[in-house]
């Protein structure tokens, strides 16, 4: 679309021709480059540079002092103008912050209290009223302030919903006399508040009755209800679209993934969107259950490690940043050729653009067609959208000098002023004054009928609060029964809030003429807490014979919502659509359904490849094939494996074999095959795919000589050496024992050493433990702690050690105290009378010692000082990250930490000071006493009718044979070592933590 610009002051084409001329990647840059801040325009002044297309007009509604950084704006149901002024960002009111990384992602002191407890914010929500007809607001009263880094509100159930973070607030306002009833309920608590130009925002109503919202890139989340437990908290890192269900009280991530959102927008279909802070898309068309695109390295990697792929944006031309909100225009104030277009805000550009959004499959693409308002004011910075009960499209513009979170927080930020405006066609008319919460039931289910979506939606939240059964069931059935296209699905969902989408009525609606009313029977019974059995046993069939590509998109999201029983039928109907296999969302979709069930359900999953005609269906060959190899292959534990070893002993054909082993290597790149169960090795062996592990495993004579001469070959590949080297230490072949030695001894890897001296393990010859003892001084820390499992296993190892202890040899500070409490456990009179006379009393701090080193370290911790988040990464890695895992990085011995309550200062103390006080299900202490008087110590990693597997507090996993275990028992002593605090300076600890405490990776790589 070509449009004519009109000019509102002289000289206005000069300037936007040299605005058009700066190259499209380049035009932020003013905003950065700018030495003198551009002057301050009055409203009136700034309101004459903006330009719009011939047949629009762009008016000044309302600026300060009324309003002071308007950064949402909602319209209730008697038409007013409501407005969040966000005037406590870019710091909250009442906090300190101990640290901020590269991003500006803080840590702050505590957690705020909700309002109206605590300290105070300036943050407040101001309502705005047109009461002579003019379309300016001339009336202006607050309805709540002291918020304190508040974000949007939504109305609905007798009061106003406030997102302000850390919580999700409800104002009852029953009288709708514009005073809070009382003070707010807390529905939900747990908001990262970490970077506050990305916390959660954008709070509205979606027509099922949920609240949805948008999360930031730079925020994380720990939310749950007030009275849940920690251990309910829904953890998120990132951008995300959420939703809460107010009656149901109910949180979960809708879709994940996405820009830095800020805005969510919802079509008359239903249907959710986002912009996007970064170039080249105008933002996100979001599905159910969709895992979406998002900064990985910054904003952490999806929460599903087996999602095996993600969406991304909307398609579109290459453009700078940024459209960070956007509405799809379905109103009638402007002329007929801009519905259904989307206008996005541009605060970096100063404008508002249009885009034209047409079908991508089952997704969506845009295009520009040209911008609504272009200002010519560098300070305009329009940051929301919104259209307005009158048909108008209203935009809030901040009004700053800069646009730039860190400018913001480096105080370069105006908190004075604020201006809305309105773009409007050129025969617009304001609206007479109307209320419709005095309008009767009937009158607003006709308003169901209205062309502007503005109304539907307003009339569906008053039908939903109201309540009123008796009256709107049987007419919504009707409705639904006898109209077709918009008018059937706003009573579909009408009919839903107020209680009246029986099973009955759903099962017809299956077969509704309007392919959206199909599309949302199927979500909305498929979101119940209890899902109807009748109705989702007829959604195969429903699968088979939709010809509409969004329904069966809808099928594929709430298939992952069903129980297996339901779930799977449905899944193989929909891979049976081979026109889906090139769709945007199809696939994946439906691979995320099958891998929800692929642990809790999985036989039902595998019955699916019982069946010879899948394997050859387009979607399953080009797309989940190697996905649900690779999702079992990578969660390793031998029960996945053997049923790795069950889809290669079920693919018809070599080339479906080769698709699963594709997958299988990709999930084992980088890590050993030593360990593969015999039923995985003799389906693998039937590929063709056999081996020299393989055939070591199998006890091959000739493979057994090849590998110990790669093994012994220094040039030879370090990958395969390793490999080899692992398998040695299950397969009971002691000619391995001298090379394994030589590595240990003369290797400059030491991973290899590692390897080598974990493989000894099992072989019981003196001659091992005299060779490490002789070499212990030379070997690096890591390399060492390996050797200590090693001498510690056997009692003749650890007497040979014990005694170089007791002679100087080896200084007994480099023995671990963990380590000489294990070598008791072989009950050797000699290593008791060596431990006691070297060590004396090695049963550790006591619980007061301990709580006084608590308190020592909290007092510390609350001091005032700068930490170094980098530096604490770097000390995390080299101590706490051989065992645990932070931010994608670190060991696997321990568990994750990143969704641990990391803010929480007492508890990370407590569990670091005293890690035995309360060891986390599933990673408590075994110990494993073998037949021939080893001695093994770790977690249990895996465990079936033939081995048991453990891993040590030196990374490495030892497989056992369980007919080669004499005792296996629990310990209630965590193989965390005590006192790891002890040797820190100060400020080391100070940085530690506030790694530890941070919410987001530092992307320092």
């Given at each position: 679309?070509t449009?004519?610009i009109r000019?509102g002051?002289?000289?206005?084409?000069?300037?936007?021709?040299?605005?058009?001329?700066?190259?499209?990647?380049?035009?932020?840059?003013?905003?950065?480059k700018?030495?003198?801040?551009?002057?301050v325009?009055s409203?009136?002044a700034?309101?004459e540079?903006?330009?719009?297309?011939?047949d629009?007009?762009?008016?000044?509604?309302l600026?300060?002092p009324?309003i002071?950084?308007?950064?949402?704006?909602?319209?209730?149901?008697r038409?007013?103008?409501w407005?969040m002024?966000?005037i406590q960002y870019?710091?909250p009111?009442?906090?300190?912050?101990?640290s901020?990384?590269?991003?500006?992602r803080?840590?702050y002191?505590?957690?705020?209290l909700?309002?109206?407890?605590?300290?105070?914010g300036?943050?407040?929500?101001?309502?705005?009223?047109?009461?002579?007809?003019?379309?300016i607001?001339?009336?202006?009263?607050?309805?709540?302030?002291?918020?304190?880094?508040?974000?949007?509100?939504a109305?609905?159930?007798?009061g106003?919903?406030?997102?302000?973070?850390p919580?999700l607030?409800?104002y009852p306002?029953?009288?709708r006399d514009?005073v809070p009833?009382?003070?707010?309920?807390?529905?939900?608590?747990?908001?990262g508040l970490e970077?506050?130009?990305?916390?959660?925002n954008s709070?509205?109503?979606?027509?099922?009755g949920w609240l949805?919202?948008?999360q930031?890139?730079?925020?994380?989340?720990?939310?749950?209800?007030?009275?849940?437990?920690e251990?309910?908290?829904?953890?998120?890192m990132?951008?995300?679209?959420?939703?809460?269900?107010?009656?149901?009280?109910?949180?979960?991530?809708?879709?994940?993934?996405?820009?830095?959102?800020?805005?969510v927008?919802i079509?008359?279909?239903g249907?959710?969107f986002?912009g996007?802070?970064?170039?080249n898309?105008?933002?996100f068309?979001?599905?159910q259950?969709?895992?979406f695109?998002k900064?990985?390295?910054?904003?952490?990697?999806?929460?599903?490690?087996?999602?095996?792929g993600?969406f991304?944006?909307?398609?579109?031309?290459?453009?700078p940043r940024?459209?960070?909100n956007?509405?799809i225009?379905?109103?009638?104030?402007l002329?007929?050729r801009?519905r259904?277009?989307?206008?996005?805000?541009?605060?970096?550009?100063?404008?508002v653009?249009?885009?034209?959004?047409?079908?991508d499959?089952?997704s969506?693409?845009?295009t520009?067609?040209g911008?609504a308002m272009?200002?010519?004011d560098?300070?305009?910075?329009?940051v929301?959208?919104k259209?307005?009960?009158?048909g108008?499209i209203?935009?809030?513009?901040?009004?700053?000098?800069?646009?730039?979170h860190?400018?913001?927080?480096a105080?370069?930020i105006?908190?004075?002023?604020?201006?809305?405006?309105?773009?409007?066609?050129?025969n617009?008319?304001?609206?007479?004054h109307?209320?419709y919460?005095?309008?009767?039931?009937?009158?607003l289910v006709d308003?169901?009928?209205?062309?502007d979506k503005?109304?539907?939606?307003?009339?569906?939240?008053?039908?939903?609060?109201?309540?009123d059964?008796a009256?709107?069931?049987?007419t919504l059935?009707?409705?639904l029964k006898?109209?077709k296209?918009q008018?059937a699905?706003?009573?579909?969902w009408?009919l839903?809030?107020?209680?009246?989408?029986?099973?009955?009525?759903?099962l017809?609606?299956l077969e509704?003429?309007?392919?959206y009313?199909?599309?949302?029977?199927?979500r909305?019974?498929c979101d119940?807490?209890?899902?109807?059995k009748?109705?989702a046993?007829?959604?195969?069939a429903?699968?088979a014979?939709?010809?509409?590509?969004h329904?069966?998109?809808?099928l594929?999201s709430?298939?992952q919502?069903?129980?297996a029983?339901?779930?799977v039928?449905?899944?193989?109907a929909?891979?049976d659509?081979s026109?889906?296999?090139d769709?945007?969302?199809?696939p994946?979709l439906?691979?995320w359904?099958i891998?929800?069930?692929?642990?809790s359900?999985?036989?039902?999953v595998?019955a699916?490849?019982?069946?010879?005609?899948?394997?050859?269906?387009p979607?399953?060959?080009?797309?989940?094939?190697?996905?649900?190899?690779?999702r079992?292959?990578q969660?390793?534990?031998?029960?996945?494996?053997?049923?790795?070893?069950?889809?290669?002993?079920?693919?018809p054909?070599?080339?479906?074999a080769?698709?699963?082993?594709?997958?299988f290597?990709?999930?084992?790149?980088g890590?050993s095959?030593?360990e593969l169960p015999?039923?995985?090795i003799?389906?693998?062996?039937t590929t063709?795919a056999v081996s020299l592990v393989l055939?070591l495993?199998?006890g091959d004579?000739?493979a057994i000589?090849?590998?110990?001469a790669?093994?012994?070959?220094?040039?030879?590949?370090?990958q395969k050496r390793?490999?080899?080297?692992?398998?040695f230490?299950?397969i009971?072949?002691p000619?391995?024992v001298p090379?394994?030695l030589?590595i240990v001894?003369k290797?400059?890897?030491d991973?290899?050493?590692?390897?080598?001296?974990?493989?000894?393990?099992p072989y019981?010859d003196a001659m091992i433990?005299?060779?490490?003892?002789?070499?212990?001084g030379?070997?690096?820390d890591?390399?060492?702690?390996?050797?200590?499992?090693?001498?510690?296993?056997?009692a003749?190892?650890?007497?040979q050690?014990?005694?170089?202890?007791?002679?100087g040899?080896?200084?007994?500070?480099s023995?671990p105290?963990?380590?000489?409490r294990?070598?008791t456990l072989?009950?050797?009179?000699?290593i008791?009378?060596?431990?006691k006379?070297?060590?004396?009393?090695?049963?550790?701090a006591?619980?007061?010692?301990?709580?006084?080193?608590?308190?020592?370290?909290r007092?510390?911790l609350?001091?005032t000082?700068?930490?170094n988040?980098?530096?604490g990464r770097k000390?995390?890695l080299?101590?706490?990250?051989?065992?645990?895992?932070?931010?994608?990085?670190?060991?696997q011995?321990?568990?994750d930490?990143?969704?641990?309550?990391?803010n929480?200062?007492?508890?990370?103390?407590?569990?670091?000071?005293?890690p035995?006080?309360e060891?986390?299900?599933?990673?408590?202490?075994?110990?494993?006493?073998?037949v021939d008087?080893?001695v093994i110590?770790g977690f249990?990693?895996?465990r079936?009718?033939q081995?048991?597997?453990?891993r040590g507090?030196?990374?490495?996993?030892?497989t056992?044979?369980?007919k080669?275990?004499?005792?296996m028992s629990k310990?209630?002593?965590?193989?965390?070592p005590?006192q790891?605090?002890?040797?820190?300076?100060?400020q080391e600890?100070?940085?530690?933590?506030?790694?530890l405490?941070?919410?987001?990776?530092?992307n320092e790589?």
């Amino acid at each position: 679309m070509t449009c004519t610009i009109r000019f509102g002051f002289a000289g206005a084409l000069l300037a936007l021709v040299c605005f058009m001329l700066v190259p499209r990647t380049a035009q932020p840059a003013d905003q950065k480059k700018a030495s003198t801040p551009p002057p301050v325009l009055s409203p009136r002044a700034s309101h004459e540079t903006l330009q719009t297309p011939d047949d629009l007009v762009v008016d000044l509604v309302l600026a300060e002092p009324e309003i002071r950084q308007p950064i949402f704006i909602n319209f209730d149901a008697r038409g007013r103008l409501w407005v969040m002024n966000y005037i406590q960002y870019p710091y909250p009111a009442g906090l300190k912050m101990i640290s901020r990384d590269q991003y500006w992602r803080a840590v702050y002191d505590k957690i705020p209290l909700p309002p109206p407890k605590g300290t105070k914010g300036a943050d407040k929500i101001t309502i705005h009223e047109d009461t002579d007809g003019d379309g300016i607001y001339d009336k202006h009263k607050t309805f709540v302030d002291g918020l304190n880094i508040a974000t949007s509100f939504a109305f609905g159930h007798g009061g106003v919903w406030v997102l302000n973070p850390p919580y999700l607030l409800f104002y009852p306002d029953r009288n709708r006399d514009d005073v809070p009833d009382g003070d707010p309920e807390v529905h939900l608590q747990g908001f990262g508040l970490e970077d506050t130009h990305s916390v959660v925002n954008s709070l509205r109503f979606g027509p099922d009755g949920w609240l949805y919202a948008a999360q930031g890139s730079t925020v994380s989340g720990r939310v749950r209800r007030p009275d849940q437990d920690e251990k309910d908290e829904r953890h998120s890192m990132g951008q995300q679209i959420w939703r809460y269900h107010p009656e149901t009280r109910r949180y979960e991530t809708f879709a994940e993934g996405g820009g830095n959102a800020f805005g969510v927008e919802i079509d008359s279909k239903g249907r959710i969107f986002s912009g996007h802070n970064g170039g080249n898309t105008r933002g996100f068309a979001y599905v159910q259950g969709g895992y979406f695109q998002k900064g990985f390295s910054k904003h952490g990697p999806l929460s599903n490690p087996f999602a095996f792929g993600y969406f991304p944006a909307m398609k579109h031309e290459k453009v700078p940043r940024f459209t960070h909100n956007f509405i799809i225009y379905e109103g009638t104030g402007l002329p007929e050729r801009y519905r259904g277009r989307l206008f996005g805000v541009e605060p970096l550009q100063r404008r508002v653009v249009m885009s034209r959004i047409t079908p991508d499959g089952s997704s969506f693409q845009t295009t520009d067609v040209g911008y609504a308002m272009i200002s010519g004011d560098p300070r305009v910075r329009p940051v929301e959208i919104k259209a307005g009960p009158d048909g108008g499209i209203y935009f809030a513009d901040m009004y700053e000098h800069l646009i730039a979170h860190r400018d913001h927080f480096a105080g370069n930020i105006d908190k004075t002023d604020g201006r809305i405006y309105r773009i409007r066609g050129k025969n617009w008319k304001p609206l007479p004054h109307f209320n419709y919460y005095d309008w009767p039931t009937r009158k607003l289910v006709d308003l169901l009928r209205h062309p502007d979506k503005w109304h539907r939606q307003t009339a569906q939240q008053l039908i939903a609060d109201r309540q009123d059964r008796a009256q709107l069931i049987p007419t919504l059935q009707k409705l639904l029964k006898e109209e077709k296209g918009q008018l059937a699905l706003e009573a579909l969902w009408a009919l839903n809030r107020c209680g009246g989408l029986d099973r009955k009525t759903a099962l017809k609606c299956l077969e509704h003429a309007d392919p959206y009313v199909r599309q949302w029977t199927v979500r909305l019974m498929c979101d119940r807490v209890e899902i109807d059995k009748e109705f989702a046993s007829k959604l195969p069939a429903l699968a088979a014979k939709e010809p509409h590509i969004h329904v069966r998109s809808q099928l594929a999201s709430s298939a992952q919502r069903l129980d297996a029983a339901f779930a799977v039928p449905l899944v193989r109907a929909l891979l049976d659509r081979s026109e889906d296999a090139d769709d945007i969302h199809l696939p994946l979709l439906l691979w995320w359904a099958i891998e929800k069930k692929a642990e809790s359900n999985r036989d039902a999953v595998i019955a699916l490849f019982r069946d010879p005609k899948l394997w050859n269906l387009p979607i399953v060959k080009r797309h989940i094939l190697e996905r649900i190899m690779r999702r079992y292959a990578q969660a390793g534990t031998r029960k996945d494996l053997k049923t790795c070893a069950e889809l290669l002993n079920l693919a018809p054909t070599r080339e479906h074999a080769s698709l699963l082993m594709n997958g299988f290597e990709t999930a084992f790149k980088g890590r050993s095959l030593a360990e593969l169960p015999d039923e995985l090795i003799k389906a693998i062996a039937t590929t063709g795919a056999v081996s020299l592990v393989l055939q070591l495993r199998r006890g091959d004579a000739e493979a057994i000589q090849k590998a110990l001469a790669l093994i012994a070959d220094d040039k030879a590949d370090i990958q395969k050496r390793f490999d080899y080297i692992q398998v040695f230490g299950e397969i009971n072949q002691p000619a391995c024992v001298p090379i394994l030695l030589d590595i240990v001894v003369k290797s400059r890897d030491d991973r290899l050493r590692m390897a080598a001296l974990s493989s000894l393990q099992p072989y019981p010859d003196a001659m091992i433990g005299k060779r490490v003892v002789e070499i212990y001084g030379q070997l690096s820390d890591d390399v060492r702690a390996v050797a200590h499992s090693l001498l510690a296993s056997r009692a003749v190892w650890a007497r040979q050690f014990l005694e170089a202890v007791s002679q100087g040899k080896i200084d007994r500070l480099s023995v671990p105290t963990d380590v000489v409490r294990r070598m008791t456990l072989h009950r050797d009179p000699r290593i008791a009378d060596i431990i006691k006379k070297t060590w004396g009393n090695i049963e550790g701090a006591t619980s007061e010692q301990m709580q006084k080193d608590i308190v020592k370290y909290r007092a510390l911790l609350a001091q005032t000082r700068q930490a170094n988040r980098s530096n604490g990464r770097k000390l995390f890695l080299k101590n706490c990250g051989k065992c645990h895992k932070l931010f994608n990085e670190g060991g696997q011995i321990g568990p994750d930490l990143t969704p641990f309550q990391r803010n929480d200062l007492d508890n990370l103390l407590a569990n670091i000071v005293n890690p035995s006080a309360e060891i986390r299900e599933g990673f408590e202490t075994y110990v494993v006493i073998t037949v021939d008087g080893r001695v093994i110590e770790g977690f249990l990693v895996d465990r079936d009718n033939q081995v048991v597997v453990l891993r040590g507090a030196d990374g490495q996993n030892v497989t056992i044979p369980q007919k080669s275990i004499d005792e296996m028992s629990k310990k209630n002593k965590s193989l965390m070592p005590e006192q790891l605090l002890k040797d820190y300076s100060p400020q080391e600890i100070r940085d530690l933590f506030s790694y530890l405490q941070s919410s987001q990776p530092l992307n320092e790589k």
